[in-house]
């Protein structure tokens, strides 16, 4: 059964602080990796998608990396600002058991301090 | 534009009403899907409608409902719920079932007393 997990739970970090976020899988056979960004009480926003034949995707001062073989991805902020704060959820497709279900990680709730 | 929209974005209802939730969109997905937040917890899946049929229920208790009257439309039927069944309801679509960028809503927070 694939298991997703996040670290660090939570962060808080002081303003134009570059930063990383973990996310590991236990189950190498995905057809990608997701990260989202939820604001309190809101929806999930996408932020990355990376297939997983992709090592990374970027987005403005994001970066997503996927290591499929170990299992692990990370989540690059580049000088952070207040309004990166929220929770950071990554979530993955496995190839089995139902390719359309998506296994979340419980999430990092990032706040950058001003 | 990828845009989820869900209505209402709030729901107080007592245990004997009955209540839907609506999801919209037009991007042309054939594939969309109703989830469950608790506080402090990540979405869990509940239903998969896949090219307009319900292809995934994750044993979800009957006073759930769901409904895909057509490709851009999907709703949640709402019945005698318990308060335990608080929470935020997220809908997502995507363009096909697998390996496809899903795209969620903003939710629905529901309130049972």
């Known amino acids: 059964k694939q298991e997703v997990t996040q670290i660090p739970a939570a962060l808080s970090v002081p303003e134009g602080e570059n930063l990383v976020l973990n996310c590991s899988f236990t189950?190498?056979?995905?057809?990608?990796l997701q990260w989202f960004r939820q604001d309190p009480g809101k929806g999930l926003t996408s932020l990355l998608l990376?297939?997983?034949?992709?090592r990374e995707q970027t987005s403005g001062r994001l970066n997503a990396s996927l290591d499929k073989s170990s299992g692990r991805s990370t989540l690059y902020i580049a000088a952070s600002q207040p309004g990166d704060s929220a929770t950071y959820l990554c979530a993955v497709s496995p190839l089995q058991g139902g390719s359309e279900k998506l296994v979340f990680g419980k999430g990092t709730k990032l706040t950058v301090n001003p | 534009d990828t845009e989820v929209t869900q209505t209402p974005k709030h729901l107080v209802m007592g245990m004997t009403n009955k209540k839907s939730l609506k999801c919209e969109q037009h991007m042309g997905h054939r594939a969309m899907y109703w989830y469950k937040q608790k506080a402090k917890k990540p979405p869990e899946l509940m239903f998969v409608?896949?090219?307009?049929?319900?292809?995934i229920n994750e044993s979800v208790p009957s006073r759930f409902s769901p409904e895909c009257p057509n490709s851009s439309l999907l709703n949640l039927h709402l019945h005698a719920l318990q308060p335990e069944d608080s929470a935020l309801y997220l809908c997502?679509?995507?363009?096909?079932?697998?390996?496809?960028?899903?795209?969620f809503g903003q939710g629905t927070r529901l309130t049972v007393v």
């Open positions: 997502a679509s995507s363009q096909y079932p697998a390996n496809t960028e899903a795209f």
């Open positions: 189950d190498s056979a995905i057809y990608n």
């Open positions: 990376i297939q997983s034949s992709q």
């Open positions: 409608y896949s090219y307009e049929k319900l292809s």
